[in-house]
């Protein structure tokens, strides 16, 4: 995903959110949290190629920790299998 992609998605995402908790819509909570999962999925794929922001994201978003390493692997996996 391009950092423009990124942004639009975090755009989506925080839409959907105020969708949420404006109208407490089950599909609104359902989307919000599906473009969630999927920007957290895209900050562990960076994270897992660029040591700096593993460290940053390790720090402040400890919970982010198995879907970082779940990349890595994916990652190592790519190279390994090629």
């Known amino acids: 995903m391009t950092p423009r992609e990124f942004f639009k998605h975090v755009v989506l995402m925080r839409h959907a959110a105020t969708q949420w908790y404006n109208t407490h819509d089950k599909q609104a909570l359902q989307t919000a949290k599906r473009l969630e999962r ?26 982010l920790a198995n879907a970082i390493q779940a990349a890595k692997h994916q990652q190592y996996d790519l190279f390994n299998n090629q």
């Not at 994270?47 to 940053?56: H, L, V």
């Open 38 to 63: 999927e920007c957290d999925a895209e900050i562990a794929v960076a994270c897992a190629a660029d040591a700096e922001m593993e460290s940053f994201v390790r720090e402040h978003y400890p919970e």
